[in-house]
């Protein structure tokens, strides 16, 4: 009896690797496509921990109490200038005084934001408006501060560089933010992996992104936040 060869031919296994190559050349470019960039998902990072921060401050009665019937007039959310970073202690009186300066409730808004990251000097408890690299290796910058009792009661922008001092050290539309943060990119019109983006921090808790590709990053909820 003739035992029957099942071995595949050179010919054959060329054809399979041909296909094989094909294929490949065909599914990796959408696989990577769909993979989402370490930037991506930094900003994704940034933008919920500051949600997080932001909510957890503004529903915190004891760092920001309730004062729309206090005597000085209504108050929104962020503009209160008293108190101390650990949230125990208040000077003044809740339903006497003047409502303080726009200085001092930005001022009180840095040192718990700051703390709750884990970047406030724990020996001085003075914020800073560029502040040090967080554990994540993100930059942070407070800038344009302007809480008050109007409207969504004013708001501070927040900008953050996701991968620190490496480059491309840019934001959407060529912005380099090198007044907030420094060392900005010579040529961010022509960037595409963007790095740098802003939020605005409203005094009522809302969050609104600047950039458009934090904005695509994050995919951001319209009837959660408010959108700029």
Known sequence: MKKSNSAFTLTELLIALGVIAILCA???????????NQNTIMAKRAFYATQSVVAELINSESCYPDKTSSAEGKRVGFDDGYGYP???????DFNTGTIETEGSNVTKFKTLFEDKIGVLDPATKVPTDSFTTTADGMVWAFSNAGFSHTGTGGSILLTVDVNGSDDPNCGSGGANYDTELGNGGADCGSKTNLDRFQMRIYGDGGISIVDDWAKDAVKVNKDITEEE
């Open 86 to 92: 650990n949230c125990t202690l208040w000077g003044g």
């Open 26 to 36: 065909i599914l990796l470019p959408v696989i990577f496509n769909l993979m989402p």
